[in-house]
């Protein structure tokens, strides 16, 4: 079974390709704000499109299922007098949606 690890990363720190090798050094923010090194991708540079292709299908797929989230919510969403909710109740954030 191959060696996989779970990076989280919410930012790109650098990006470079050398001898055919594409790396790509993960971010995430640190404590001041700061981005650090969370780890490095590293791939075969003839496969850096067909992974860049991947990942706009996902954010392709992504703004479909908000879009239709948000249709939902805005079809099915009737405004409510304020005195109707129950304060125990946190307030509906639009566009939120559960992507599985």
Do not use: W, Y
């Amino acid at each position: 079974m191959p060696d996989t690890r779970t990076i989280f990363a919410d930012g790109m720190l650098d990006a470079s390709v050398t001898h055919g090798v594409a790396r790509l050094t993960l971010a995430q923010t640190g404590a001041e704000g700061k981005p650090v090194a969370a780890g490095q991708l590293v791939m075969p540079l003839s496969q850096l499109p067909a992974f860049a292709n991947g990942l706009i299908g996902l954010l392709k797929q992504i703004e479909a299922r908000v879009k239709e989230a948000q249709g939902q919510h805005g079809a099915a969403a009737s405004p409510a007098p304020a005195a109707e909710v129950p304060a125990s109740e946190p307030p509906s954030v639009p566009g939120a949606f559960r992507f599985s």
